[in-house]
Every structure is written in C-alpha cells, then in structure tokens.
C-alpha cells in the first residue's frame, strides 16, 4: 500500500476553493491513497461552522473538558473539514457522498474546484454512493437549476436511509431543529427517484465495495468497506464523526447523532473492526484530508493521521 500525498493546487481552483473558507482552507488539499488497483482521493467540501454544544452538550462536562484541553481541542466552536470520497478504479469513477452545495453554509459547498483539480467533471462521475441523507452530505445533489448536478451518475443509498428521508412524516418526528434537513432531503431525493438502486448490510453494491450498516447517526446510516487484493479500507462516514472524543470516548453519546445509543453501538464496532484489522481509515469530518487509521488505547482510541 502506498502512503498517503498530500497535494496543494494553487490558480483559480484554490481561489475558487477558497472563497469563504478563511485560511483553514486557502487551497484545497487532497489525499490519497492506493489499495490494489484502485485509488482513493479526498476533495475538500470546505468545512462546517457549528457551535461545540452540537457535539458537546450530551457528554460528561467535568471529563470532557481535560480531555479537550488535552487536545487543544475548543470548546464553544468547531470547524471541521468537509472530506468528499472519490474511488477510481480503471473502469468505475465513484463518489461518496456529494458535499453541501451553495445553500447550507458559506464555508461549505467547494466540491466543484476541488474535483477541477483532479481533472474529474461532474459528467465524468459513474456512481454516488451516499452514508446519509445530511446537508453537507447531500444537498450538493442539485444544480443551480435543480437538475441533478452528477447528470450521468447512477444513484445508491441505503433503503433504510432512503425511506426515512422519504417519509413525509421525518419532518414532524425529527425535531425542530432538524425539519429543514427532512425537507431538503426528501426535496433532493424525489429528483433521483428514478435512478437510484436501494441496498442493505452486507451488500456488494459496486466490485470490491461491500455496505457495512452504522446506523444512530441517522437511522440508515451507512458505511462502506473497500477491499482489492488484499488491503482494504472503511469509508465510515459520520459513524466516526470527528477525531477527538469520537476516538477517546466513543462510549459518549454525541449530539450530532440523531439515534446516540445506536450511534455509540455502530462507531464502537467500527473502531473495533478497523483498529484489530489494521484497515485504512477514511472519515468525512476527520482532519488532514480525512485518512488514517485507529489505534487502541487503554481506555479508548487514537486517531492516527496519514500526514502524521
């Protein structure tokens, strides 16, 4: 297996990249890794802007608050990254997941440039695979003129995950302060209903690429596991939602997650698997272009960065 590059475009597809981002994401950064014959790329979404209680607030204040200082983590704002999946593998040019667009955050919504920079135009895309129906997952579904934004692709998603957003009751049972996640969803996966391939756990849904259930983040949540040859690697998602108490305490229910107890169940099954199997690691809101690996601990996990 190769390690990881860590590459930095400069010109207009950083400009492009980086407008509203600040200096976290001045150009955009990309990492790579191989497995066998295919390749795996991060493209950079830009980044979220959210207060730390969106993660924080359901967890032990007096344990939590070392173990962020400790990390130098803060704890009234977080910014993560937003780590698009791009999968190549000769034949199939695959994305997990499609970003924000321009209508969630400001910070958000920079897929467009970042693909640019591999060279990969939106008609070049044969497969987006979605984890989850989320906002920064997947309201970059749609052009500006709300036709689907990936024209020649062929559509997955989980059929548990598909009929949770496509319910029209989600928006009464998700809670306020999601009911405009329920209606963005359904909105955007009622134009793709005539070309999406729904799937449950276990499935081989593309050659090589087998859905691993995750579910609490949201209902179907889905993560996915690559393998060629020998090697392999865990697309998780937001199963493993960020690399700092997700890893110490995946034990602790976090706020992002819609179902916490489930979540804790699936992000504890996934850090085992990944960490006793030594597979590659790929997050969509963990740091460096989102690659890595799980290490175990004596009470918990560590992160571990490819560009450490």
């Not at 590059?5 to 994401?25: E, T």
């Not at 999946?85 to 440039?113: C, E, H, Y």
């Not at 259930?213 to 697309?235: L, Q």
């Amino acid at each position: 297996m190769t390690h990881t590059r860590r590459k930095f475009f400069s010109g207009a597809s950083a400009v492009m990249a980086g407008v509203g981002c600040g200096a976290l994401f001045a150009s955009p950064a990309i990492a790579t890794l191989n497995i066998g014959k295919v390749r795996i790329d991060t493209v950079s979404d830009g980044y979220l802007d959210l207060p730390g209680d969106f993660i924080f607030a359901p967890m032990p204040q007096n344990e939590l608050a070392p173990l962020l200082q400790n990390m130098n983590i803060p704890r009234d704002r977080v910014q993560p990254e937003c780590n698009v999946t791009l999968l190549r593998d000769g034949k199939n040019t695959i994305l997990f997941d499609v970003g924000s667009g321009q209508g969630f955050m400001p910070s958000a919504g920079k897929i467009l440039a970042t693909l640019a920079a591999l060279d990969v135009a939106p008609e070049d895309v044969t497969h987006v695979v979605f984890t989850h129906g989320h906002p920064d997952h997947l309201w970059g579904l749609l052009d500006d003129f709300d036709d689907p934004l990936f024209s020649e692709a062929t559509y997955l998603m989980g059929k548990k995950e598909w009929d949770y957003w496509l319910n029209p009751n989600t928006v009464d049972a998700i809670g306020a302060s999601r009911s405009v996640f329920a209606v963005g969803a359904r909105r955007r996966l009622l134009m793709i209903e005539g070309n999406i391939n729904l799937f449950g756990d276990g499935e081989e849904i593309l050659a090589g690429v087998a859905a691993r259930a995750s579910f609490g983040h949201t209902p179907g949540h889905m993560s996915f596991e690559v393998r060629s040859g020998s090697e392999s690697v865990m697309i998780a998602g937001d199963a493993i939602g960020n690399h700092h108490v997700a890893f110490a305490r995946p034990q602790w229910l976090s706020g992002s997650d819609q179902d916490g107890e489930t979540a804790v169940k699936s992000r504890l099954g996934l850090l085992d698997q990944i960490a006793s199997e030594q597979m590659k690691l790929v997050g969509f809101h963990l740091p460096d272009g989102g690659m890595g690996r799980a290490e175990k601990t004596s009470d918990g996990y560590r992160f571990i960065g490819e560009a450490s």
